[in-house]
Every structure is written in C-alpha cells, then in structure tokens.
C-alpha cells in the first residue's frame, strides 16, 4: 500500500515562473489537504478538497494560488508570478474522510520549492 | 481562531533519559484533537499520538505519553527511554472536534530534539 506521494520533491524555479505542484494521495482517501511550511516553522493550512470540490480554500494566501482535484484523486497545486517569499515546502496529506469519526491525516513527503 | 504555542525551540536529551515538551493551544471549543506529530529531516510528518478532549484520561503510545490539562489548554509529550531515532522536529497540533467540517490542522511553531549518545 503506497503512501501519499508528492512530485517533484524539489523544484528550482525563477520569480515570476509559473510552477505545479502534485499530490497523489492514498487510495481510497477523499479528503486532501495542502500545507505550506516556512523554513523553520509549522505547517499552515492553504486549502482542503473532499471530493473533487474544494471545500475550504481559505488558507490560500491569494489569488496567485490555486488548487484542483478534478476527478477526486490526483491533486495539483498551482502557483502564478511566483515571487521569492513563495519558497517553502508544501506538504499535501489525504484521510479517508473529513467529517464523522477521526480520520487520521497521513502525509507526503513534501516538494521544497526554491524562488530565485 | 485557534492558536497553538511551543515555547521550546530546541531540547536536548541523552539517550536512556527522559523528555518532556511543551505545548499550549487556544481554543473556545470543546471538542477537539490534539496531537503531537514528528518531523525528521525527510520531511515525512509521523503522528506520535493523539489525545480526545473528552477524555480525561492521557493518551500513551509505548514510550511516548501525554499529559492533557484541559482547563489549562497544556498538552505536553514525555518521551521515555529517549533513542537516538527520536531525534527530529516535533509539532503540536489542534484539530476541531469529528462533528465539524473543515478538520484542518492548526500546527505549533515546533521543537527541535537532539538525543545525544
């Protein structure tokens, strides 16, 4: 049983680029969450789907950034302009579902994205 | 909103001997989670344990244990019998209670452990 997996695991990229960021979350699991990891710091929230919708995008920081998860599984992460304070790890995670009883959080590995 | 506090940014330990890491949250609801999540340099994030707010009773994982004051909102990982493999980032996180939509994870700033032989 694979885990939660993340491409690419590191991405160099240059202000202004526009970059993809993938999660390919466990079978089966219908809720996916995106995390953003400053260096040195926790994870914080950007945004959840449960589903192919996105059901809680409020901790994207703006419209720079943007998420699908169009047929339920596979999730991108897309970022436009990308500017030097976008440098950080995203972290993606999926659980079985969001609501009802507990479902534990399992992550990827994370992608290190580096703005030049 | 809900906050999460580590005031411990790095701790060290020698192996064999014990731990304990700080955590408090802010919270105005009553049902929730807690957890304390490790990260080692590959980045994985690993549960170590998780703790109901209704229960009174301290969650225990083998070597790791919490100690949950809820009126207090502390929630601390004592760490027996350290390893040399528990060296790593050790995060606090909340959660909202099962009932509610939106189960993001609000994490702490985080501590670094150093076990040292």
């Known amino acids: 049983g694979a885990g939660v997996s993340q491409t690419p695991s590191n991405k160099v990229t240059e202000k202004g680029k526009y970059v993809e960021l993938r999660c390919d979350p466990i079978s089966g699991h219908t809720a996916l969450y995106w995390y953003r990891q400053s260096l040195g710091q926790g994870p914080e929230f950007l945004i959840y789907?449960?589903?192919?919708?996105?059901?809680?995008d409020s901790g994207l920081p703006n419209d720079r950034f943007f998420a699908v998860r169009p047929e339920g599984s596979v999730s991108t992460l897309k970022i436009q302009r990308t500017e030097r304070g976008d440098s950080a790890v995203y972290l993606c995670?999926?659980?079985?579902?969001?609501?009802?009883?507990?479902?534990?959080?399992?992550f990827g590995p994370g992608t290190r994205l580096t703005v030049l | 909103a809900q906050t999460v506090t580590q005031s411990q940014p790095e701790m060290s330990v020698q192996e064999a001997e014990t731990v304990t890491l700080s955590c408090t949250y802010d919270t105005s609801e009553s049902d929730y989670y807690l957890f304390w999540y490790k990260q080692p340099p590959s980045r994985q994030m690993i549960l170590v344990i998780r703790?109901?707010?209704?229960?009174?009773q301290n969650a225990t994982e083998n070597r790791f244990s919490v100690n949950f004051q809820k009126a207090a909102k502390s929630f601390s990982l004592k760490i027996s019998d350290s390893q040399l493999g528990d060296a790593a980032m050790y995060f606090c996180?909340?959660?909202?209670?099962?009932?509610?939509?939106?189960?993001?994870?609000?994490f702490g700033e985080g501590t670094q452990l150093t076990v040292n032989p």
């Open positions: 995670a999926s659980s079985l579902r969001d609501r009802g009883s507990y479902n534990e959080q399992f």
């Open positions: 789907f449960q589903g192919t919708g996105a059901a809680d």
């Open positions: 996180a909340y959660r909202r209670g099962k009932e509610t939509s939106g189960s993001r994870l609000t």
């Open positions: 703790q109901e707010a209704y229960k009174q």
